[in-house]
């Protein structure tokens, strides 16, 4: 990765002073909420209301997301108000909504940089996609190939688990690790990207395994919800979230494994060159819509200066004055 990049950029009021300082904390941050956040799709169905883990969970998230309101709106009113406020207001609102999309920001002021860990700012470009991509491989594999001992402790030893908090902790501890990688490495690959529907569409098995834990959870919000009306073993008798929870259960760690064989036979000569002919496509599409653009363009500037020079010879001579031919 290239050393830290300093662009210049004429500072507007202290914006580009507070964005250097913001971004580090910040990215750090939106990695702590992202650990939280884990705990709770994770950790928290295993805990009692009055669990202190529970409370510890629930406060911490409450106080980055205050912190994250708060940053929100000051980087709101940092903005470039010569430009239109809707890209600011809607990148407020997912920080606000959705505070771990905050490390994959882009910068205000120095155009299409983004800030990483060791490195500082740096420019999203195609060395800087390939860079990450190198980075994430080697230790994307490993975390992908941590699902296997998971499984089978979950397998064999589910009575053990039930029965052994301490053990529990740590099988939440790993598949909260997993998922935590996964998360990471989908938000800055898609905030590095020129297309992100694109690479969400080509990478969408990281996409399933990032949500579909988030989606377990919705059914546990649910009971907490109505927890004071009705008791919860009344619920579960229901038996269909307990279903749901374990069909969800079962297709994230289905595709965890797919990612593993994905990953382990992914890198071979023949996946690079289909990812090439892929990209070519698409940068072939990419300069044959440019070519139509410049070529409508061309066009009707044609029209304009062909009506322009029609008005000019049917216009009367100033005066009166008609042409006469000898």
């Given at each position: 990765m290239t050393p830290p990049s300093n662009p210049v950029a004429a500072p507007d009021n202290g914006r580009q002073t507070w964005e250097d300082r913001l971004a580090g904390p910040m990215f750090f941050l939106a990695g702590l909420f992202l650990i939280v956040l884990a705990g709770l799709i994770h950790r928290y169905p295993r805990l009692q209301a009055t669990d202190p883990e529970a409370y510890l969970i629930e406060g911490a998230l409450a106080l980055?997301?205050?912190?994250?309101?708060?940053?929100?709106?000051?980087?709101?009113r940092l903005r470039d108000r010569r430009r239109p406020a809707w890209r600011p207001l809607l990148a407020a609102v997912c920080s606000v909504l959705v505070p771990?999309?905050?490390?994959?920001?882009?910068?205000?002021?120095?155009?299409?940089?983004?800030?990483?860990?060791?490195?500082?700012?740096?420019?999203?470009?195609?060395?800087?996609?390939?860079?990450?991509?190198?980075?994430?491989?080697?230790?994307?594999?490993?975390?992908?190939?941590?699902?296997?001992?998971l499984l089978a402790i979950e397998y064999f030893e589910a009575d053990r688990i039930r029965a052994e908090p301490v053990l529990a902790l740590w099988v939440d501890i790993g598949t909260s690790l997993i998922w935590l990688a996964f998360a990471v490495e989908l938000i800055l690959m898609v905030a590095v990207s020129d297309r992100p529907w694109r690479y969400c569409f080509l990478h969408w098995i990281d996409v399933v395994i990032v949500l579909l834990p988030a989606v377990e959870m919705m059914p546990v919000f649910r009971l907490l919800r109505l927890g004071r009306i009705l008791r919860l073993e009344e619920l579960l008798r229901w038996g269909r979230l307990h279903r749901l929870q374990a069909l969800l259960s079962r297709a994230w760690r289905a595709f965890l494994l797919?990612?593993?064989?994905?990953?382990?036979?992914?890198?071979?000569?023949?996946?690079?060159?289909?990812?090439r002919q892929e990209l070519l496509q698409a940068k072939e599409e990419e300069v044959a819509e440019l070519r139509q653009e410049i070529k409508e363009f061309e066009e009707r500037i044609a029209q304009r200066a062909q009506r322009k020079k029609s008005r000019s010879s049917n216009s009367p001579m100033p005066f009166g004055g008609t042409l006469v031919r000898t």
């Open positions: 980055l997301w205050l912190v994250f309101l708060a940053e929100a709106v000051f980087r709101f771990p999309v905050r490390m994959g920001y882009r910068s205000q002021v120095r155009p299409n940089h983004i800030w990483l860990p060791f490195v500082g700012w740096q420019e999203i470009n195609r060395s800087l996609r390939n860079t990450l991509d190198r980075v994430f491989s080697i230790p994307m594999i490993f975390f992908a190939l941590m699902v296997l001992p797919l990612q593993v064989v994905q990953r382990l036979t992914g890198r071979s000569l023949e996946y690079q060159l289909k990812q």
